[in-house]
Every structure is written in C-alpha cells, then in structure tokens.
C-alpha cells in the first residue's frame, strides 16, 4: 500500500511534536486560562497564557486528542511565546489562511515547524483538529485585550 | 442467505475512494440507498409530486395512497396493532423529543424519577435532562457490566416505585450490545412506569415486535435502514397518543380552528403538523419492502457472522482493544476499538487513504466514553452489503496504520 497521500499530512515534524510535545503542562500563576473543545470528536485542549505588557510571555497546554490536533497545539506555544499580543493574533489569522488553502503572508514571520502542517489543507476533516489549540490562543488574548 | 450480488443494488459502493475500491464500513453512522430506494423517490417525484390530505385532484389522491401506503408498511414492520400507531417524523431524535416534550412535560411531577443507561445516544439523554431540570424530576443511570453490557438485576436497583418513565436504546451504537429492552420493559411497568425505545440500531437490523417487547413507545429513523435522511418513525400505544398534546402545532394537525381555541385531528395525524415527508415516507416504505425481501432474520445472521468474523481477525492485530461484548451473538453487526499509540482520527485517515469509511470520536455518547474511559474510539459498522472481504481489507488497513506510525515515530 503507498502512503504518498499521507506524508503531506503526517510529516516527521509532526509526528516529533506529537511524540514529544513543547510547552506540554500548565502555567500556575498570573495566567489565562482557555478550555476549549472539539465537540464533534472529542478533542479538547486545555491552555494556560502568561500575558505580561501586551506580550506573551509564556504558554503552555494540556489536553488530549489526534495527532494533528497536539502537534499543533505544541507548534502555536512554541511560535506565540515572546510575541506581542497583536502578534499572536495575527499569526493565528495567517494559520486560519494556512488551513482554507488560501495565500498567506510567509515573510513577515519564521512561521518554522508550523509550516509542517501545510498540507492538513488537503484534508477537509481535520482542518478542524489542527486549529483548536490556535481558536483558544486567539480566544485568550482577545479576553485580555478587551 | 444475502444474495451474491447485493453490492449491486447499492450504485455508491461502485466506486473508487482515493485509488482504491470503497470499502464502506460506517452503516452506523448512516447506510447506503438501494436502487430501489432511489427509484421510488424519483418515481415519486416524476409521477405523483403533491401534498396530501387535501387536494380533490388526481395526482393528491395518488401521493396520500403512497403516503398512508407507507404507513401500513411500517405498522407491520414493527407489528404494530394499528396505523394511528405510527407517526412519521424527522428521526429518532425528533421522536424522543416528541416523548419527552410531550408525555413527559405533562406527566412528570417534581421527585418523579427518569431512568436511562450510561450507554445512551446524547438524543436518549438530552431530551431527559432539560425534562428532569424543567420538572424538578431526577434522572438516573443504570449502571453496566464489565462487558458493557446491561443487568437485570442493576435495572431492578434503578427502577422504583418513583419512576415514571424508563429509555433504553435497543442496540448500542457504540458497543453493538443488544439490550434486553422486554424485561425491562417488564420491570417499567411493574413500578408503574412506561418504557421507551431507541431503536434506531435495532430496527436495520433484526426483526422489530413492539407488541411482544411491549414497550410504550419505541422509536427509529429511516436513514440507518435503506431509506433517505429526514424521516423516521415515533411508535406509540394507542391509549397513550390519544392522551398526549401535540408538540408541534399549525397545518395538516387540525380539526376545527377557532380565534382562542383549536381542537386536533384523529391519531396519528394530530402529531403530525405542517405538510409531512412524503418523499421520506415513500422512500421509507420502499426501503421497507427491500428488506423484507431480502429478509430480516437473514440480515441478521449475516451480521453476527461478519461481527464474530471482525472480531476474530481484529484480535490478531498486536494491541488492538475491542469493546463491548465478546459474544456476537449478543450483538449487532458493529466492532468499535483503539489501536494501542493511534489516535482513532489518525486510524480513520489512513483507512480512508485506502479507500475504507470508518466513524472515530466520540459516536455522540459522551457518558459512554467516560465510563469506558477513552476520548474517542474507531468503529466499523456492518450492513447486509458487507462481506468477509471488506474486513480483510479493514484488517490490513489497520495493519498499515500501525506500520506508518510505528515507522514515524
């Protein structure tokens, strides 16, 4: 059986993320904490922010699902930290363009291991996987900015 | 016997799926539509299109026939005693609602009990919760087995004297178990309680006799058995319907309407408000006759065989875990599992990169999941289209999946 197909979906910088997740944990104090979940299969993510002076200073989460969906909850912790607040939600605008197959600005941030999982794009059924953790993100800051 | 060339019948299942012949195994979820399914709503839609119980022409008379046709069909699918006995509606979610919005909200009192299992559809809880919170009324769990499965002595400690009302669904989606809804119904009624049926897993696949399991409603959707999506089935007794309000109100539901007061139509159309599925109806009635044509009693044996046969292939794969009941003959044809390290969406990818439709998440049984105590599991359902083949190539996209994740990691 050829997997081609599933290479552009599982690449080996997922599956690292996955197997060895970054940022894995919660933060205890001072934070944000967002508890979001996938209702149509489960997935949950449970997400603690460290926001400080309009940035993100540190971020961790916890949470249970595929593949796809803690991988790239480990990748937004990883690319979010340090970042300002305007920042980290324009990031998780070019992910959502990232995931509808759209053009995105791939310039003005080394969006690195995120890029990896490009190719969910492909796979309409677990677009909604990968973006999870990202929705919290977003969800979180916009919380404190308001 | 299923016949030989049953796939045949079934247009969808001619098809490739991502380079490779679809292998559809989510029947569960909802199953495929015989040519003859399709047939009768195009001949329908072609020939006889409009609306029923009013028109004086030719082509009104000729889709109230089909409509009220249909409805004789079911009475005796499910053996029901009579026609008022059969009300069409959206599907089992839709019926169970109906139940409890209308028995429940005019029967239940503050400290009544409701009793349901851990093993229910969210359709078969939800409705009870919000009836249970409006009513001040408790809602209780049957506890189960190890084996997933229900006790008649664990329904005996839940049911008392304060219960009013008992569901069960006839067949687990998740577990595959079938229940022994009959005693339960027994032990309903001795406390004074009715009984209530999912049986949307039951009814595609095994003979349904609501006089004998005498149950005081019993409900199903047409789309799991052959017929289109959008239609199913609210059976109730007789005396019961004739007490309980409708739930929904306007067109087609009337008798006589007045500027403060309205009185309703006879059984079972005062239950059914606005212009009805026709279509539905007629597509659920021919999906009715293909299955008494091909026999239910052979559906049946064919899927504890496939179920058995599943299970006995599925077991060779190193850290595959099954659950739900080991004994096939006490299930239907459904095996849900987890590969041990595989996510069962990842699971469902790959199978689908071969071509094969598996479920994974959660099968809307979240009470379920955390008694069994899993986020998510992966489910292969079985239909009289299924053969032996079909599982050998699940069984060996199961063994690729585990190959790839095994060499990714």
């Known amino acids: 059986m050829s997997f081609n197909n599933l290479d552009q979906l599982y690449r080996s910088v997922i599956m690292d993320h996955y197997k060895n997740p970054r940022n894995k944990g919660s933060l205890d104090e001072n934070t944000v904490t967002i508890d979001m979940n996938n209702p149509t299969c489960g997935d949950r993510i449970h997400l603690t922010l460290k926001l400080n002076d309009g940035i993100v200073e540190d971020a961790k989460f916890d949470g249970e699902g595929c593949s796809i969906s803690m991988s790239s909850a480990s990748m937004m912790t990883q690319i979010v930290k340090g970042k300002k607040l305007d920042e980290a939600l324009e990031l998780a605008g070019i992910f959502s363009k990232m995931m509808l197959g759209e053009d995105f600005d791939d310039e003005k941030y080394d969006l690195g291991d995120v890029e990896a999982l490009q190719g969910v794009a492909k796979f309409p059924a677990r677009i909604k996987c990968a973006t999870l953790a990202w929705k919290a993100m977003e969800k979180g800051v916009n919380n404190e900015k308001n | ?409």
């Open chain 2, 1 to 409: 016997m299923i016949p030989k060339d049953i796939k045949s019948y079934f247009p969808i299942l001619n098809q490739e799926i991502n380079g490779h012949p679809l292998v559809y195994l989510d029947s569960a979820a909802t199953s495929q539509k015989p040519i003859q399914v399709i047939e009768a709503l195009t001949n329908y839609y072609n020939l006889d299109n409009s609306n029923v119980h009013r028109g004086v022409h030719t082509l009104g008379n000729r889709a109230t026939d089909s409509y009220e046709g249909a409805r004789e069909k079911v009475r005796k699918f499910i053996n029901a005693a009579s026609m008022q006995e059969i009300i069409f509606m959206r599907g089992t979610t839709t019926a169970l609602n109906t139940v409890a919005g209308g028995y429940g909200r005019q029967n239940i009192v503050e400290g009544d009990e409701i009793v349901i299992t851990y093993m229910e559809h969210h359709s078969n809880i939800i409705p009870w919760q919000q009836l249970a919170k409006d009513k001040g009324a408790v809602l209780k769990y049957i506890e189960l087995e190890a084996d997933g499965t229900i006790s008649i002595e664990k329904a005996r400690e839940a049911i008392t004297a304060k219960t009013k009302i008992v569901s069960v669904m006839y067949v687990s989606n998740v577990l595959g178990s079938i229940n022994p809804v009959k005693e339960i119904a027994k032990i309903a009624h001795e406390n004074g309680a009715i009984m209530v049926v999912d049986g949307a897993q039951a009814a595609p696949h095994m003979k349904i006799d609501v006089q004998d399991l005498d149950c005081d409603f019993f409900a199903f959707s047409g789309h799991k058995m052959c017929a289109p999506t959008g239609i199913g089935v609210l059976y109730g007794k007789k005396a019961l319907l004739e007490n309980m309000e409708p739930v929904e109100f306007g067109g087609e539901m009337i008798d006589f309407v007045g500027l403060q007061e309205s009185t309703w139509k006879e059984l079972p159309w005062k239950f059914e408000g606005g212009t009805p599925i026709i279509a539905g109806a007629i597509g659920l009635g021919a999906a009715i006759d293909f299955l008494e044509e091909i026999g239910l009693d052979n559906i049946a044996a064919h899927e504890h065989h496939l179920a058995g046969y599943a299970m006995d292939q599925l077991s060779t794969i190193d850290g595959l875990t099954i659950f739900g009941p080991t004994d096939p003959m006490k299930r239907c044809g459904l095996v849900t599992f987890n590969l041990d390290d595989v996510h069962p969406h990842d699971v469902a990818t790959v199978l689908d990169m071969s071509g094969i439709a598996v479920r994974a998440g959660h099968h809307c049984a979240q009470p379920l999941m955390k008694w069994l105590q899993v986020t998510a599991t992966a489910r292969a359902s079985f239909y009289m289209y299924n053969d032996e083949a079909d599982i050998d190539a699940l069984v060996a996209g199961l063994r690729s999946a585990k190959e790839y994740f095994g060499d990714v990691f």
